[in-house]
């Protein structure tokens, strides 16, 4: 005999109840879904599907854009240097190339800092600098360009290296640069720096050049020779000299940089580099009476154009900026390094017990790179609140990806790193994808995983744009600040 199914009668004065608790539940898993911190990107107006002309642009070169000097300022721009080859460019292979070079770059770093591991102020002045993308000279860098003995130089700004050096004449071999190689023989104010000097001393003990003041041949050696390598291949070769230097409106006379007989590498079209490290060759250390010890930059999204600025002297603009010391490592002097305490994606705080570690910050390496056990918690939660879109294979050192060209605006996560002090920054909206491909099929998380747990994290330049990095080396401090870096 069959057992037939008995139902309970509804009790239809709790329907409306249940109607509003059901209602209340789903607005509440619809809130906790949308709680999470979140910016839209537009994905197809970036700079990369630009056609380029096939003339040099004179916005490339910086200018004073102060207008008086009420403060004892000036400021002049700072632009990414891939800007300024005015050819048209194959943004795809280019973007590809400086995955693998921006690679190349952090393995030298690491491989430099494991062996550096193993081993009264006058009246302070202040002055700023145009600090601009370097796309049209076809690096993922940024540039200035400053005046050297009255003539302009366009320089690619680099805080983790310390020479500041330039294509001379006579050269040996130099790469194409855009605007004349600076010729000390016409130049009144330059002097050689000899090899029994202690600048040249300084820069054996500064940058670990030999010391080759015997000379050969019985010929006694004169001049300071210096070899500089940059990890992805690049160097430059050359003299020391002694010149006078315009930051802005201010000039600095006597001013010791790397006079480049022999250079090579990936520059683009720049005319050298401006070495921001912290070592006694750098322009930094060389400036501190002029300029106490403090500079800042602003880097400027790719998108739009933009111009930011490089600062040096104490920027009176600043607001809610918040501080975190910098972190001193007797070994590894040159660098800015910060601690890392923690991590949020869209909100939401990650664990990992490489947090409370120390983390350079380096305007010259483009991908963050972070510590293994910190990189795998930023890509599990960045997937879980990025869902929906579809994923493609990483690209190179990059392999969180997506194939976005059905979408012309997507949600993005916010990712904001936390330094000791509480300091904050938060990656910008353009720094957290990387256009692998110009036309966004490929698509990928812009940061990267370290080899091993041991090795240093990098804060990159791709997530500082568009905001203000006030270093103080003096007060052994690095502030930050969000800043639409546009002037």
């Known amino acids: 005999?069959?057992?037939?199914?008995?139902?309970?009668?509804?009790?239809?004065?709790?329907?409306?109840?249940?109607?509003?608790?059901?209602?209340?539940?789903?607005?509440?898993?619809?809130?906790?879904?949308?709680?999470?911190?979140?910016?839209?990107?537009?994905?197809?107006?970036?700079?990369?599907?630009?056609?380029?002309?096939?003339?040099?642009?004179?916005?490339?070169?910086?200018?004073?854009?102060?207008?008086?000097?009420?403060?004892?300022?000036?400021?002049?721009?700072?632009?990414?240097?891939?800007?300024?080859?005015?050819?048209?460019?194959?943004?795809?292979?280019?973007?590809?190339?400086?995955?693998?070079?921006?690679?190349?770059?952090?393995?030298?770093l690491q491989l430099r800092i494991k062996a550096m591991s193993s081993t009264t102020t006058d009246s302070i002045s202040e002055t700023q600098v145009p600090l601009t993308s370097g796309v049209k000279l076809e690096t993922l860098n940024y540039i200035i360009t400053v005046e050297l003995g009255g003539r302009n130089m366009t320089l690619v700004v680099d805080t983790g290296s310390d020479l500041t050096w330039v294509q001379c004449q006579p050269c040996k071999s130099c790469y194409n640069q855009q605007g004349p190689l600076y010729d000390p023989s016409v130049s009144s104010s330059y002097k050689t720096v000899l090899c029994n000097s202690s600048t040249c001393q300084d820069l054996v003990a500064a940058t670990s050049n030999p010391d080759r003041c015997g000379g050969s041949y019985g010929v006694e050696k004169t001049s300071c020779d210096y070899v500089v390598s940059y990890g992805d291949g690049s160097y430059t070769r050359g003299d020391l000299g002694s010149e006078s230097i315009q930051l802005g409106d201010i000039k600095v006379e006597n001013f010791v940089f790397g006079c480049g007989r022999s250079n090579k590498g990936l520059f683009g079209g720049a005319s050298g580099l401006t070495g921001l490290g912290r070592s006694s060759v750098?322009?930094?250390?060389?400036?501190?009476?002029?300029?106490?010890?403090?500079?800042?930059?602003?880097?400027?999204?790719?998108?739009?154009?933009?111009?930011?600025?490089?600062?040096?002297?104490?920027?009176?603009?600043?607001?809610?900026?918040?501080?975190?010391?910098?972190?001193?490592?007797?070994?590894?002097?040159?660098?800015?390094?910060?601690?890392?305490?923690?991590?949020?994606?869209?909100?939401?705080?990650?664990?990992?017990?490489?947090?409370?570690?120390?983390?350079?910050?380096?305007?010259?390496?483009?991908?963050?790179?972070?510590?293994?056990?910190?990189?795998?918690?930023?890509?599990?939660?960045?997937?879980?609140?990025?869902?929906?879109?579809?994923?493609?294979?990483?690209?190179?050192?990059?392999?969180?990806?997506?194939?976005?060209?059905?979408?012309?605006?997507?949600?993005?996560?916010?990712?904001?790193?936390?330094?000791?002090?509480?300091?904050?920054?938060?990656?910008?909206?353009?720094?957290?994808?990387?256009?692998?491909?110009?036309?966004?099929?490929?698509?990928?998380?812009?940061?990267?995983?370290?080899?091993?747990?041991?090795?240093?994290?990098?804060?990159?330049n791709y997530q500082q744009k568009n905001q203000r990095v006030v270093y103080d080396t003096k007060q052994m401090k690095l502030g930050i600040a969000g800043e639409n870096c546009s002037i």
């Open 1 to 108: 005999m069959s057992k037939k199914a008995t139902f309970l009668p509804l009790n239809l004065s709790l329907a409306p109840f249940l109607l509003v608790l059901l209602y209340l539940l789903m607005l509440c898993v619809n809130v906790a879904h949308s709680a999470h911190e979140k910016k839209i990107l537009s994905l197809h107006n970036n700079i990369w599907s630009l056609t380029k002309s096939n003339e040099p642009s004179s916005s490339c070169f910086s200018h004073n854009l102060a207008k008086g000097r009420e403060s004892s300022s000036t400021t002049l721009g700072m632009k990414h240097r891939g800007l300024c080859s005015g050819k048209t460019i194959d943004w795809g292979k280019k973007l590809r190339r400086a995955l693998t070079l921006d690679n190349l770059r952090v393995q030298s």
């Open 282 to 460: 750098s322009l930094v250390t060389q400036t501190m009476k002029t300029f106490n010890g403090v500079f800042s930059y602003c880097l400027p999204s790719l998108e739009d154009g933009a111009s930011g600025s490089l600062s040096f002297g104490d920027y009176k603009n600043l607001t809610s900026v918040s501080y975190t010391p910098l972190v001193q490592h007797p070994q590894l002097r040159s660098f800015y390094i910060l601690n890392l305490t923690g991590a949020t994606i869209g909100g939401v705080e990650l664990e990992s017990p490489s947090f409370g570690r120390g983390i350079i910050i380096d305007s010259g390496t483009v991908i963050t790179r972070l510590p293994p056990s910190i990189y795998k918690a930023v890509k599990t939660e960045f997937l879980k609140q990025f869902t929906g879109f579809p994923s493609v294979p990483g690209y190179s050192i990059l392999d969180t990806c997506f194939n976005l060209t059905s979408y012309q605006d997507v949600s993005i996560p916010t990712i904001k790193m936390i330094f000791q002090g509480d300091a904050e920054l938060e990656v910008d909206v353009t720094g957290v994808f990387y256009y692998v491909n110009p036309d966004a099929s490929l698509v990928c998380l812009a940061l990267a995983s370290l080899s091993n747990e041991n090795e240093v994290g990098i804060i990159g």
